[in-house]
């Protein structure tokens, strides 16, 4: 089957197959692209989504404070925080081959796993340790427990006033939890935009501060994703290979496609699938559209690891229901290779594959699995890495941010909401409360019903 390249000069190249949407399928969808456009283009004019400004960050100051504080003799950062404020930095932090020179290993504390934590805390030097505490409402339950941990053991380790050097928070502006104690305490701070919602602000502090300590390229990041909203803004849309992207993703829902697989083929970029699943999940899976009707959208992302998983779900992808548009993640030219050796007494069955490259095998699995999906009529896109690079990571992290926006305006839905997860919040929090969980419960969801959906989690 032959593919559809894209021709809009931005890379990751967006390749959708001949199979996923035609030419005239786009045409009737044309007008409702134009829209959903211009609707993001004035949201963004009247101050909302900030995720659209996020390429401007000045990469260089914080490059500096970073600079400044490694050269403090740190090691180590723990990064504490959950969902949008762990997840991209830690897709970003993993696309990384090796830790460049003075970068500080990263340790991710997402979870309240008693013995995760207990490992990761049993395991640090104290005196070489910053710990890097970020939530945008500055009050969850997962990242809040652990800071108050780290913060206890670092002052019974180092005294309270070493600890606070050690101590870096990244937090919404003006919140009455993590906010009023790094002011008391007098911790370095980083402000999380209001109008970037945690899934959406992997190109803010939360997500370039932590990435820089690692000695990561922030420049280069966000750099490319300025060039990915170059083309997203493009009112063209035979230009605009994003709308089209995003085109794809939904007539294919229409038609069925409830599921969308993120199959990386490279280990460095399995984490960005956990990046997407959050952002499009908690985006686009919406009990009502925006006139307040029942509607109960979504399409359930899944992460899926090429080779492995050829191994384990091909065969469901393949031969199951078809309700599946599985997203490749491809790379050209890998960080490092691995070559097969020639030397003799391979089996002559398997003396093909003497000399060649893994990621040349690799690849070759890539499109074998590719083609048999297309074979058997399963819709596919493929994002084709020139390289894992800073540039490229930062288009595509800005490109599907952008394509979740358009879905979100294509299926009438607001995508920068998140109604669904707040009750079980706060039920938790009442579990953990004085109150009896029954009042508490009672009270949650009728908050959830005054507050519905107008927050930007
Ligand atoms: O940054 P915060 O406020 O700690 O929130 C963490 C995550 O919790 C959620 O509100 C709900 O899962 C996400 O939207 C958010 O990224």
Not at 194 to 217: E, K, M
Request: proline fraction near 4%; glycine fraction near 10%; charged fraction near 25%.
């Amino acid at each position: 089957m032959t593919l559809r390249y894209d021709a809009s000069g931005l890379s990751p190249t967006i390749i959708g197959d001949k199979m996923s949407v035609s030419g005239e399928q786009r045409d009737a969808l044309r007008a409702r692209l134009e829209e959903a456009l211009g609707n993001v283009k004035a949201a963004h004019e009247r101050g909302e989504l900030g995720f659209i400004d996020c390429p401007d960050f000045d990469a260089q100051e914080v490059q500096a404070w970073a600079a400044d504080k490694r050269a403090q003799g740190f090691t180590d950062q723990v990064v504490i925080g959950i969902g949008g404020s762990s997840l991209g930095a830690r897709a970003v932090y993993e696309s990384m081959a090796e830790l460049p020179d003075g970068g500080l290993r990263t340790h991710f504390a997402e979870n309240v796993d008693p013995v995760g934590v207990a490992n990761l805390f049993d395991g640090l030097d104290f005196s070489k340790t910053l710990f890097v505490v970020i939530t945008k409402s500055g009050s969850t339950v997962e990242t809040m427990t652990k800071f108050w941990y780290a913060w206890d053991r670092a002052v019974d380790e180092l005294g309270e006033d070493e600890a606070s050097s050690h101590f870096v928070a990244i937090t919404g502006p003006d919140n009455a939890g993590l906010r009023a104690l790094a002011d008391d305490k007098g911790f370095d701070t980083f402000p999380v935009p209001p109008n970037v919602g945690g899934r959406f602000s992997v190109l803010t502090a939360v997500g370039l501060v932590p990435l820089a300590l690692a000695g990561y390229d922030i420049a280069a990041l966000v750099d490319g994703a300025g060039r990915a909203r170059d083309v997203s803004m493009t009112d063209s849309v035979d230009d605009n290979a994003i709308l089209k992207a995003a085109a794809d993703m939904f007539e294919l829902y229409e038609r069925g496609a409830d599921q969308v697989v993120m199959m990386a083929y490279s280990d460095q970029l399995l984490a960005m699938a956990d990046w997407f699943r959050q952002l499009w999940a908690e985006s686009l899976g919406k009990a009502k559209n925006r006139q307040g009707e029942e509607v109960n959208v979504g399409m359930t992302p899944i992460k899926a690891l090429g080779a492995i998983d050829q191994h384990s779900q091909a065969q469901l992808y393949m031969e199951g229901p078809n309700d599946k548009h599985v997203v490749f993640l491809e790379v050209e030219s890998f960080d490092r290779e691995v070559t097969v050796p020639e030397r003799e007494g391979l089996p002559e069955s398997l003396s093909h594959l003497a000399g060649k490259s893994l990621g040349e095998i690799l690849n070759a699995e890539l499109q074998g699995t590719r083609r048999a999906l297309q074979e058997a009529g399963r819709p596919t896109t493929t994002w084709r890495f020139d390289a894992v690079a800073p540039g490229e990571i930062g288009a595509f992290i800005f490109a599907w941010e952008f394509i979740t926006a358009i879905t979100g305006e294509l299926l009438d839905i607001n995508a920068f909401d998140q109604p669904g997860v707040e009750l079980g919040k706060k039920l938790a929090h009442g579990l953990l409360g004085r109150q009896g969980f029954e009042e508490w419960a009672e009270m949650a969801r009728s908050d959830e019903a005054e507050a519905s959906g107008e927050e930007i989690g």
